[in-house]
């Protein structure tokens, strides 16, 4: 199976932010990867629900929200009316995660869970049949443009492991630090969605570099 690919738009030139996300999904992007910070658990802020809609007029590509904020909750039902396909949240910002997943898939989309490089994938098995999509971060999340943390492919390794003991048919994404060379380990372990920021939007062209990551 080949991998699907999310170009994240956080290394996107903004001030052409339409036809940046418009060229991306014409060179074969599966998701387009959309960063949203808050400025508190993470320490940079970008993106919210005007952004996405405004985005959104412009293009039918499938929208792969990451929500990187506080109290997620408090803004599911605005991402999911801007536009927003997939919703991701992150385990250390629910202490209620059923319910954040519930009211996420409530309002009709999928729902994914995010877990940081130090945190055990362990923590999200008991609700690992509840997701449609898990999220590894291989970086510290809040900027593009960081090292890939490897350590983290042992994680992946154990959701593949679970996905076929338990007969489960969740998504397994990797963000933060893909390139031509961490794209090849990513893919020998298993990842299906490989999010990749600096690597595609700092290219020229963007078709090349989306090819040159797939075909790692
Ligand atoms: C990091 C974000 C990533 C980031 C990836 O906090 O969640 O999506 O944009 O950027 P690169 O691919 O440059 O590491
Ligand atoms: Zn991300």
């Known amino acids: 199976m080949t991998v699907k690919i999310a170009p994240s738009i956080l290394s996107a030139d903004f001030g052409k932010l339409n036809e940046e996300v418009q060229e991306v999904a014409m060179a074969g992007a599966d998701y387009i990867h959309i960063d949203v910070m808050d400025g508190h658990f993470v320490p940079n802020i970008t993106i919210g629900p005007l952004i996405v809609s ?82 590894f971060m291989t970086v510290n999340p809040g900027f593009g443009g960081q090292e890939f943390i490897p350590e983290v492919l042992d994680k992946v390794k154990q959701a593949v492991t679970w996905r076929t003991e338990f007969n489960l048919h969740f998504e397994i994404e990797v963000d933060g630090g893909v390139n031509e060379v961490t794209a090849k380990l990513c893919k020998e372990s298993g990842v299906d969605i490989l999010v990749a920021g600096s690597a595609v939007f700092n290219q020229k062209d963007r078709k090349k570099a989306i090819d040159v990551i797939r075909n790692a």
Do not use: S
């Open 54 to 135: 405004a985005i959104r007029k412009t293009t039918d590509a499938i929208f792969d929200v990451h929500l990187m904020i506080e109290n997620p909750d408090q803004y599911i039902e605005a991402f999911a009316e801007a536009g927003a396909d997939i919703i991701t949240v992150h385990y250390e910002t629910c202490p209620h995660l059923h319910r954040t997943l519930k009211l996420i898939k409530d309002n009709g989309k999928k729902a994914g869970v995010v877990i940081n490089p130090a945190t055990p994938v362990e923590m999200i098995k008991p609700i690992i049949h509840e997701v449609d999509l898990v999220l």
